[in-house]
């Protein structure tokens, strides 16, 4: 049973597509696999993060998305947790969110979180993304862009994880849109080889490619 909670260097760095992508790979392997939104902003209705999930994965809206299991907090406006909260007068319970996750992991073998920005975003007024992953004990994937800057962001991230600590699952490497090959290409090695050095047992996974 894993339970692995994806996060991300930046906003709009590739999060949502990079879990829907881990779940085929892990589906492909022949395990059972659901994903699930720490908390959705920007939306109503269902999370709009799941349902990309779903159509990645092939598979149709669950019954664990109806509801509400597979994202209990679903808020209008698009901005971290807690402004998000603060704005709609909601108390986030995250104690509620993590039961969610071990339901879900009772029935599936791979249960993938997708958080809200970065480590450092506030869920609530005292409680960062990063607590959260500490407290629950979860397992961590960071997606990393290629963009000319990522390495800079993507470092502090990994050394921040080293602080914490944090376990590091991996990195999924998003090499979309292309950035010039040079800096593709450096940034790539880069990681590969901090990641042996300071996390020895991490997988450097790269989205488009089933192997890793």
């Known amino acids: 049973m894993k339970k692995i909670f994806v996060s991300g260097i930046d906003t709009n760095i590739g999060k949502t597509v990079a879990i829907g992508w881990l779940a085929r790979n892990f589906m492909a392997q022949g395990k059972s696999v659901v994903t699930q939104k720490l908390i959705q902003t920007g939306c109503v209705g269902i999370s709009e993060d799941i349902l990309v999930h779903r159509k990645i994965m092939g598979v149709g809206i669950l019954p664990e998305d109806s509801d509400g299991t597979t994202c209990k907090y679903v808020l209008r406006f698009p901005s971290s947790p807690h402004l998000a909260c603060k704005l709609e007068n909601v108390k986030l319970d995250l104690h509620s969110i993590a039961e ?44 990393v ?9 993507a470092l502090l991230s990994l050394e921040y994880c080293l602080k914490k600590p944090l376990k590091l699952y991996g990195i999924i490497y998003n090499t979309y849109p292309p950035e010039e090959k040079e800096i593709e290409d450096s940034t790539r090695g880069y990681l590969q080889d901090y990641l042996k050095k300071n996390f020895p047992c991490a997988k450097f996974m790269e989205m488009g490619k089933l192997e890793f």
């Open 100 to 143: 969610n996750t071990e339901k879900l992991a009772r029935k599936y073998d791979v249960v993938l979180i997708e958080g809200a920005g970065g480590l450092m975003v506030p869920l609530t007024e005292n409680v960062l993304t990063s607590d959260y992953i500490k407290e629950n004990d979860l397992q961590l994937v960071l997606v």
């Open 145 to 153: 862009s290629s963009r000319l800057g990522s390495l800079n962001h």
